[in-house]
């Protein structure tokens, strides 16, 4: 199973970015799906997830701003980033929380991690 993602770059401060991200491979299905972030010197937090189902969660520094979005058809999952802040920047890293086909339990498996990057 792989994650590809893509989609990161430079923006100036209030613009808007799209990531993308895509699992392959001999999937079963597909529970949760989102992104984390990893500033330098932070720890790795949660920016968003969706369900298989469509609910959706996000951190309180994006509500507002960030939508995640999947297409359960292509096992993808897409997060439309808006008025974009310096201290959005970071390493994006999709995930997907998933069950391998003929495996009985689900394991997390991460994508490459992208860079955003927000100039002021």
């Known amino acids: 199973v792989q994650l590809q993602a893509s989609g990161g770059g430079l923006v100036q401060a209030g613009g808007s970015l799209r990531l993308s991200c895509a699992a392959s491979?001999?999937?079963?299905?597909?529970?949760?799906m989102g992104w984390y972030r990893q500033a330098p010197g932070k720890q790795r937090e949660l920016v968003a997830s969706i369900s298989s189902r469509g609910s959706t969660n996000y951190a309180s520094s994006v509500k507002g701003r960030f939508t995640v979005s999947r297409d359960n058809a292509r096992n993808t999952v897409e997060v439309q980033m808006n008025s974009l802040k310096p201290e959005d920047t970071a390493v994006y890293y999709c995930?997907?929380?998933?069950?391998?086909?003929?495996?009985?339990?689900?394991?997390?498996?991460w994508g490459q991690g992208t860079l955003v990057t927000v100039s002021s």
């Open positions: 995930y997907a929380d998933l069950i391998v086909r003929d495996t009985p339990y689900a394991n997390v498996y």
């Open positions: 491979g001999s999937i079963f299905t597909i529970n949760d």
